[in-house]
Nanobody, 125 residues
């Protein structure tokens, strides 16, 4: 079992930055990849970024590449998503998710086993 709690969302102007946090508990944190997803109203949940168990490998959606950075601190059981140069189209509910039982990175919703409750990010123009 893994429990995930996101925080750090809020309202920011276009061009601004936010850092999201995902605090994990339960299963040993340093044994699984963690991904970030987002869902805007009326749209499907989409992949944003993923990081390997060690933090040594990362992968990003094209829409956020160069603007967002995913990282993790295994000593604090926390994954971060630093979002810079934010755009109104980044407005969404952001979720972190854990994929247990494998070290492979994944980019689809179905491949993740545990999800947090989400944190809202709103970017005004």
């Amino acid at each position: 079992q893994v429990q995930l709690v996101e925080s750090g969302g809020g309202l920011v102007q276009a061009g601004g930055s936010l850092r999201l946090s995902c605090a994990a508990s339960g299963r040993t944190f340093s044994t699984y990849p963690v991904g970030w997803f987002r869902q805007a109203p009326g749209k499907e949940r989409e992949f944003v970024a993923v990081i390997s168990w060690s933090g040594g490998s990362t992968y990003y959606a094209d829409s956020v590449k160069g603007r967002f950075t995913i990282s993790r601190d295994n000593a604090k059981n926390t994954v971060y998503l630093l979002m810079t140069s934010l755009k109104p189209e980044d407005t969404a509910l952001y979720y972190c998710a854990a994929r247990v039982g494998t070290y492979r990175l994944a980019t689809t919703v179905a491949e993740y086993d545990y999800w947090g409750q989400g944190t809202q990010v709103t970017v005004s123009s």
